[in-house]
Each structure stands twice: as structure tokens, then as C-alpha cells.
């Protein structure tokens, strides 16, 4: 029995009569730091949250913590904690502003390759927690095509790529889906990607990013991204991260903030959501796992 069953076996077991919600897991990559990646992922929470969803999302940017820093809050623990020092997933949610969890990634999956059956089996339990206690988990990834990212992706049902007017921008996303399309695991057809332009002048400006990313991923990939929508640059965006407060609750009337709650009545109202198949967190993490040990 190969690793994967092994895995998926492990989520059997610890699966009630009574089958548990499955969270919808969307991860926030683009192609280079510097982008507004995790401020996407912070302020789509905040939004969701005002939505009525529970939301949780997990720092995997290792090294950096931009999710703690832009709250203003230290966590006590971490997901090392949880795979390394047996602490219950409960005890590394740190609670921030908004009432949106987060959980900061550490940098203990490195070594997950490395653990016991039994304390994979462990691991598993825990995670599938998340899904009981949040609608949706927002995976807020490093930037680049680095292994550690190209994983997070490979195991993701949506994806989305956040870019900005500028070439080099442009150049990195372009990169970054050709990286994930040449990934041995990745399924284009079960992957939804989608772009959010960042920091435009106006709305058009969006569409004519996407455009362009659009024509060649098309033309030399063959790969289906679609657009999401834009962000405007709002200096009421870059003085909410000096005082580390997300836009969407320092300043709701902001045009970034705005442009926040739309996407997010986009991804929860959209067409499209009603596609989305929900894996939760359990199966994004034994896919994780399953790979860094076959």
C-alpha cells in the first residue's frame, strides 16, 4: 500500500458516522514578493467574515509571518507546535482583528516526510478539526515558484494569483502558472485559477492586465485562468498597513476595501462558486504529506 492510501485511509478512520463539513480551501501565490499578496488574504477575510463565514487562515509564507505583522499580533504557537510538540490545533489559532483566526506555518512541514504513521495519523485528527471550525481557510503562500510553494498549489482547488500592472509582475505570474504546469500532479481540470489585478489606476486597467497574462498563458500553456476583479492603488490601503489594521476595517469606505468586498461576494455568490468542490483541510494536507514521503 502506497503512502497516499495510507493517508486516505487515515481520514477514513477518523470520520464519524456522520460525515463532517469539508471547509473550501483557497490559496492566495503570485509570482514575486512586493504584490499585496497577504494583504489580499487578509482583507478577503475580513470580507468574508462580514459575510457571515468563520474564517481561518494559515501564514505559509515561512520565515516572513506577514499575517501577524499586519494584525498587530504575536501568536504564542505555531504549526510546528502542533506537529512537533503536541499541541491541539485549537492552541496555535491565534484570533486577530475581525474575528478571523489565523495560524502561523512555522516551519515544520520541511520535516513531515520524516514522521511516524501513527503520528501522521495524529496530525490528520487535528486538521480535520479546521473544518468544523471555519467555512473557509484562506492558505496565504510564499511568493515564487520555489518547491515549497509549487506543493501548497499542486494540493489547491482554487487558486488565486495576484499580479500588478507592473512587466516584471506580468513576467513572474506568467512563470509561476508555467511552473504549476509542468508539476506532475497538477490537474488543470480540477484547478481553478483565477486572477485579481492589484493596485490599478482604474478598472480597465485590470481587464487589460488580465488580457495579456490571459493571451500567452493561452496561447503556450493551455492553461484556463479567469479574472476576478481589481484592487485600485489607495494610499488609505498603504496607511492601514502602517498602523497594521486591514483597510476593510480601518477604512470600509476605502476604494480598496470596496474593491475587497466585491471579489469576496464574487467568490461566495459568483457562478463559479457553485462549482467549487470542497476538499477541506484533512485532504489538502494528506496530499502535502502523501508527496514529500512517496
Known sequence: MDQAQQLRNIIKMNQPAQQRPLARVI???S?????????????????FTKLGQRVIILDADFGLANIEIMFGTVPKYNLSDLIYQGKDITEIITWGPGNVGFISGGSGIAGMS??????????????????????????????GISDAVLEFLVASGEILLIT???PTSIT????????????????RDMTQIRIVANRVEDPQDG?????????????????????????????????AVMQQSPVSLAD???????????????LMYGEQESQVKKRGMAAFFSHIIANKRS
Open 164 to 166: 500588478t500592472p507592473e
Open 172 to 187: 513572474d505570474s506568467y512563470s509561476l502558472v508555467k511552473a504549476l504546469n509542468r508539476h506532475s500532479r497538477f490537474l
Open 207 to 239: 481587464r487589460n492586465l488580465y488580457t495579456k497574462l490571459n493571451t500567452v498563458v493561452a496561447r503556450y500553456l493551455k492553461v484556463p485562468i479567469s479574472y476576478l476583479g481589481a484592487v485600485p492603488q489607495d494610499p488609505k490601503l498603504a496607511a
Open 252 to 266: 470600509p469606505n476605502a476604494r480598496s476595501a470596496r474593491a475587497y468586498e466585491q471579489i469576496a461576494r464574487v
Open 114 to 143: 520524516n514522521l511516524s504513521r501513527e503520528y501522521l495519523a495524529y496530525i490528520i485528527q487535528n486538521l480535520v478539526k479546521l473544518d468544523s471550525l471555519a467555512d473557509i481557510i484562506i492558505i496565504d503562500t510564499g511568493a
Open 31 to 47: 509570482g514575486k514578493g512586493g504584490v499585496g499578496k497577504s494583504n489580499t488574504a487578509i482583507n478577503l477575510a475580513i470580507q
Open 27 to 29: 490559496t492566495v501565490t
